[in-house]
């Protein structure tokens, strides 16, 4: 259907998905199925002296026990993915079971299968493990010190990884007029997506296949890494993603628990199914974010933004996880200065072990952690010169005519719009009258903030030629095939694996739109590496423009062939032939035509096909796009402080949003709205905390704060559209803006409630106590 | 989330479910479950047999006799919340029991349940308290009416003796012309009180006849903020008073703290907390 | 966790650390302790049965009491590792006499690990300050008896 594109129509995952009628890994039963669980350390460090499996193993029931000491040679390391150029880094050895010490609370130390997942869990009781506890370090600053317990002898000084880059250098900041300089942490993130993780797998001792249906975000690159851990050729592996609950970056790491999963249904030669429950999900699933960060902003007295320089200490857990190691550097580091013409950053990274879960990706993964810092820093550069700090930035923003624009990193942004955008957010949000009532209220005791974010994000990741630039240790490009059945129906093949992004609906769109029929009669297939012949997944908001972009190519290939035949079919040249709305028409003549599904059919019945034109129709793409894309946008949110107790109301929140062109803007909305809501999540509520033995403290959702629907007001959306000139389709990536720009416009509007007390810093989460110990200080100090 | 196993009955009567307590030690009671289940899958809890008493109609259900309400153990807060004879003359306890939990929890949850968990940080405790709630307990040997007051020891821990069952509980109505109000600070991850203050007062020309002030969440247990009473009762009410009172509403009880609030901060929020509970009542 | 405390015997303090340091009375007066055997050197070998009402765990572990000074003060270390997790706690216990008899203040640190780490920490500083209360008490109690 023609016009498609930028229609609200209904996801059409919903109906299945809310009817209880979706397919999850842990909804797949198999016959002989049996049943994993995993011990896990409770210490932080310990060394394993003694495993006694003897009383588990002989428990009615249990099927097979495995120590770390059994897959010793049998079952591979677990390997790190993404590796930064110059940054000297240790991939530690990273067994799927520890073999002599435990280095997290969380740290897999046994598997036990039996025939039902009772039986399995009640057998983790009976394993006895003798631990001789060493000492923990949980803090990366505090790892870093002489002294401190070592988690890796090949690691000294716990540090896994040091990058550099960046022109910003002394002398830029020994002559700038004003330096401002600043400490922020980067609280510890749960990704807690709906669905915890599972794996289910199955052997074929009949021609030695093995199936692992699993929650993954990138099922190819699970094949690619698990075929080299369990020693198994890649077509001899199939890896499933069926129905994912989420995953917002914590189901793209490789796990040892599929691998051990895999292991096991291989070596029983039985189905085996494992699945995390929540509290293992807290421990044993990757964490996000945990940095701290020193920042020096220089510029001019007139508002004029010149360097910005970060040293950050990221904490990276026990083990370098997957793609771990790109976080902190790649996808931070190359966009400090932001969107503005800062001509000089700099960043200096240290990944740092510690004795905690590990790191890796979560929802704008580095980006928040570049968008944050430097949000903070602006709106703090603008008090220090007395500056509105919406001026500060409408005076630094790229303007429209300096596109493409290459940043102090070397990365060129494609399009942009800036001051379209914040002028659309101020404009709703009514800034100068807000300024006005803010005054009115103070003298009456009351405290009301405004904060305002103007942000640009890299995302849409690829493409390959700089993915190997970086350090990613594989491809960023992109699969898809539209296959169009002889009755004109079509079957989409992506190599992306969307979890809760909507591409089912939003791909049918993108191609219903081009081939001018229902979007009923389009089904998109993902997630299996039997159906799709490769892919790299869905993540750093690179589904659309990527997988997006090999689609609309790889439709393209379909009209370009069917336009062959419908030429031959209606006897004028090809360069004769018009497809309009769904039908191909000779130009000049709109009674000769023939509609979209009779030339499929003609090309699969191929009685009469142009002379050198294959029968049937396929239109296969394997896309690389032309470079990254930048979503950027304005974010405004207006808090009210309790004066008595610190606590926070977000009273109103406006997003605009610039995604290059909105596809379904109902999709992009619930993408926006769920991106703040998480944003929102680390600047109020979340937050992960080991005492400091490393024991997870905030281990259940008692203590951990995940955001409900009722913290909020009505979230005020809109979108502004700059098409990307790096891919077909001139889209940008949405969901992960909202957690970009969330986090530093709430944070911002409490500071700003905060002014009359001096107030420059409050730890996120910005719990109401803390809040309230910092107006208490500036109420004392004056 | 797997607990270890154990044994179910369902019982029909109380005289049902003392026995099989008083067969097997290790036997726990089954109301709504919504406390139970979760220590149990975490297997904090992991007692030998659950005795269902969900059934047993006679628990369940709220009457008025004399100056009193009764309310059955088995009563789910959603039936609490919305009943009016609650509504009518206990107000306070409906707006807590509005805020238990979410809608499934306050289906399935009781207010027996709920009060024999003692929860440090449960909404009912402190409504219980500003309400000279009774509390029915029934043993082998026989029934026994325990006050509210002393009825909350320690974290989980009550006065109720061991083998016990509490039927129901029976809050006293408030003098005619009383107010009452619950006024809550809600943890943002579990929704439980951090500070959770029932307020009951009645003025008499102008002068305080009857207060109570009961407070959740702050401390090891729920308690009666007696001191606020005392510097409040006999006293003509005003702005100034609430405020000064207030500040005593921390004195009663075993202030803790946990990650989310210290204890300084827990006695700021009790007094802010009170004196906003009472502001509403004047 | 912090634990630290004062309690007030009737007792003398030699009475006082003796009852104290007895394992027979320990036995008795800790809440939850189900058997104390004797390892040598001031070292029991300990079954314990810790929590409240229905949440119990049951630990296998040790009880050890160092740096002796009778009738002054000592230091009892207490360990444990059961299925819910570990738990160590080490109190310093120090007697000084006064009118009523003696002064007992204690002072130390509790750590717990595995799940009751990660999900009982609402309420853990309430449990052990409840559970210390209660050896205290009984120990007091003996203490008048005699």
């Known amino acids: 259907m023609v016009g498609v594109i930028g229609q609200a129509i209904k996801r059409r995952e919903d109906p299945r998905l ?87 609370v969380g740290d897999g130390v046994a598997l036990v299968v039996a025939k039902d997942r009772y039986i399995a869990r009640d057998a983790l009781d009976l394993i006895h493990v003798t631990y001789e506890v060493l000492p923990a370090v949980v803090n990366q600053e505090r790892a870093m010190e002489p002294g401190a317990p070592l988690l890796h002898e090949d690691a000294p000084d716990n540090v ?114 494992w699945s995390e429950d929540r509290r ?183 493409p ?32 992306t694996s969307p979890h809760g992004q909507g591409e089912e609906t939003t791909f049918a769109q993108i191609v219903a739109d081009k081939l001018g029929i229902p979007v009923e009669d389009i089904e998109v297939v993902h997630g299996d590496t039997a159906r799709i012949a490769m892919g790299w997944g869905t993540y750093g908001s690179r589904s659309t423009p990527v997988g997006g972009g090999a689609l609309t190519i790889a439709t393209d290939r379909v009209i370009e062939k069917a336009k062959k035949i419908a030429a031959h079919i209606l006897e004028v040249g090809e360069e004769d032939v018009e497809f309009n709305e769904g039908s191909f028409q000779a130009k000049g003549d709109p009674k000769r035509r023939a509609s979209f599904q009779e030339v499929t059919l003609q090309a699969y019945l191929a009685w009469n096909l142009p002379q050198g034109v294959e029968p049937a129709l396929e239109g296969t793409a394997f896309y690389d796009p032309a470079n990254f894309v930048y979503s950027f946008g304005t974010h405004v949110a207006m808090v009210e402080v309790d004066a008595d107790t610190g606590e926070v109301k977000l009273d109103r929140y406006i997003a605009v949003d610039d995604p290059g062109r909105v596809l379904n803007p109902m999709i992009a909305e619930g993408q926006v709205h769920g991106g703040i809501v998480q944003g929102v999540g ?46 077909p389709l001139g889209v940008k990536g949405i969901g992960e803006t909202g957690t970009i720009a969330s986090t530093p416009t709430v944070v911002n509007a409490v500071l700003d409630a905060l002014q009359p007390f001096g107030v420059k810093e409050i730890e996120m989460p910005l719990l109401p106590e803390r809040v309230w110990r910092a107006m208490q200080n500036g109420r004392e100090n004056g | 989330m797997i607990p270890n196993a154990f044994a179910f009955e369902r019982v029909n009567t109380v005289e049902a479910a003392l026995d099989r307590l008083g067969a097997d030690g290790e036997a726990k009671l089954l109301a709504g479950g919504h406390s139970l289940l979760p220590l149990m899958k975490m297997r904090l809890s992991s007692p030998s047999k659950l005795i269902d008493i969900s059934g047993i109609d006679a628990l369940r259900g709220v009457r008025r006799e004399e100056g009193r309400i009764i309310i059955g153990a088995l009563t789910p807060h959603r039936e609490v919340a919305v009943h009016p004879l609650v509504q009518a003359h206990l107000p306070a306890l409906a707006q807590a029991a509005a805020q238990i939990g979410d809608l499934q929890v306050r289906n399935r949850g009781t207010l027996g349940g709920n009060l024999a968990h003692a929860d440090p940080s449960s909404d009912l405790p402190a409504v219980a308290l500003a309400y000279d709630a009774e509390l029915t307990v029934v043993t082998a040997e026989g029934s026994e009416l325990l006050p509210v007051d002393g009825f909350f020891l320690a974290p989980l821990t009550t006065a109720m003796p061991e083998g016990g069952i509490l039927t129901q509980v029976s809050f006293v109505i408030p003098p005619e012309g009383a107010h009452s109000v619950y006024e809550k600070y809600s943890h943002p991850a579990s929704g439980y009180a951090v500070v959770g203050v029932a307020a009951v007062v009645a003025l008499t020309s102008g002068r305080v006849s009857h207060i109570r002030v009961g407070i959740t969440g702050a401390g090891d247990a729920a308690y009666r903020a007696t001191a606020v009473e005392e510097a409040l009762l006999d006293q003509v009410w005003s702005r100034e008073r609430v405020q000064a009172a207030s500040r005593h509403a921390d004195e009663n009880g075993g202030i803790g703290e946990d990650l989310f609030a210290s204890e300084a901060y827990r006695r700021h929020l009790c007094q802010v907390y009170t004196r906003r509970a009472l502001e509403r009542l004047g | 966790m912090q634990l630290s405390g004062n309690k007030v015997f009737p007792t003398s303090p030699v009475q006082t650390f003796a009852l104290l340091t007895n394992p027979d009375v320990i036995i008795r007066c800790m809440p939850g302790l189900k058997s104390l055997k004797p390892n040598g050197n001031n070292q029991f070998d300990a079954e314990l049965e810790v929590g409240v009402a229905g949440i119990k765990g049951t630990y296998q572990g040790n009880l050890q009491l160092a740096d002796v000074n009778p009738g002054e003060s000592y230091r009892m270390r207490v360990t444990g590792e059961g299925p819910m997790g570990f738990m160590e706690s080490e109190v310093q216990v120090r007697l000084v006499e006064d009118e009523e008899g003696t002064q007992v203040n204690y002072q130390g640190e509790a750590k717990v690990g595995g799940t009751v780490a990660g999900v009982g920490q609402r309420v853990l500083s309430g449990v052990a300050k409840l559970l210390i209360n209660q050896f205290f008490n009984g120990v007091v109690k003996e203490a008048k008896q005699e």
């Open chain 1, 464 to 495: 390959s030629q700089i993915a190997g630039a970086v350090g990613f240790q594989g491809g960023l490009w992109e699969s898809a095939m539209v296959r169009v059945h002889p009755t004109g129906k079509v079957t989409v093949f992506t190599g």
């Open chain 1, 160 to 273: 896994a990884f040091h990058w550099q880059v960046g022109n910003a250098t002394d002398e830029v900041f020994a002559r700038a007029e004003v330096v401002v300089r600043h400490h922020i942490h980067q609280q510890r993130l749960i990704p807690n997506p709906m669905e915890p993780r599972a794996a289910v797998a199955q052997f074929h001792p009949s021609n030695g296949d093995l199936t692992l249906w699993c929650t993954s975000q990138n099922p190819h690159i699970h094949r690619f890494i698990l075929s080299g851990l369990l020693g198994m050729p890649e077509h001899k592996l199939r890896v499933v993603a069926t129905d994912v609950g989420g995953g917002f970056g914590s189901k793209i790491a490789v796990y040892a628990d599929e691998a051990l999963v895999a292991y096991a249904a291989r070596d029983l030669k039985r189905p085996v199914k």
């Open chain 1, 18 to 104: 809310i009817t209880g009628q979706g397919q999850f890994t842990d909804d797949i039963q198999l016959p002989g199925m049996v049943y994993a669980a995993i011990l896990r350390s409770p210490h932080a460090h310990a060394r394993v002296a003694h495993i006694n499996v003897e009383e588990a193993r002989s428990h009615p029931g249990v099927v097979a026990v495995y120590t770390g000491k059994d897959l010793e040679g049998k079952l591979g390391l677990l390997p790190t993915a993404w590796l930064p150029p110059n940054s000297d880094i240790k991939t530690t050895a990273h067994p799927a079971l520890a073999v002599d010490r435990v280095r997290y």
């Open chain 1, 682 to 727: 680390q600047a109020l509520w979340e937050g992960a905390v080991y005492d400091n033995q490393g024991q997870l403290v905030t281990g259940t959702f008692m203590d951990y704060a995940m955001p409900k629907a009722h913290f909020f007001p009505e979230i005020e959306t809109r979108f502004t559209e700059t098409p990307s000139p790096h891919n």
């Open chain 1, 280 to 462: 293992e999900n807290f421990l044993a699933t990757t964490h996000g974010r945990d940095h701290y960060q020193f920042i020096e902003l220089a510029g001019k007295r007139d508002g004029t933004l010149e360097a910005i320089r970060v040293r950050a200490v990221a904490n990276m857990g026990a083990y370098l996880s997957t793609a771990a190691p790109g976080v902190p550097t790649i996808l931070f580091g190359l966009i400090v200065s932001g969107p503005y013409t800062i001509p000089y950053a700099g960043v200096d990274v240290y990944g740092v072990f510690t004795n905690t879960t590990p790191t890796d990706a979560y929802r704008g993964a580095g980006r928040p952690e570049a968008t944050y810092l430097l949000e903070r820093m602006v709106d703090l550069f603008a008090r220090e010169i007395g500056m509105d700090p919406v001026e500060l930035r409408r005076k630094n923003l790229i303007s429209q005519d300096q596109f493409p624009y290459h940043n102090p990193m070397g990365l060129e942004y494609d399009s942009g719009n800036y001051t379209r955008a914040l002028d659309l957010a101020l404009d709703k949000a009514d800034y100068a009258a807000f300024r006005t009532r803010q005054q009115e209220l103070r003298a009456h005791g009351r405290y009301v903030g405004i904060g305002v974010t103007t942000y640009v994000e890299i995302c849409g990741l690829g």
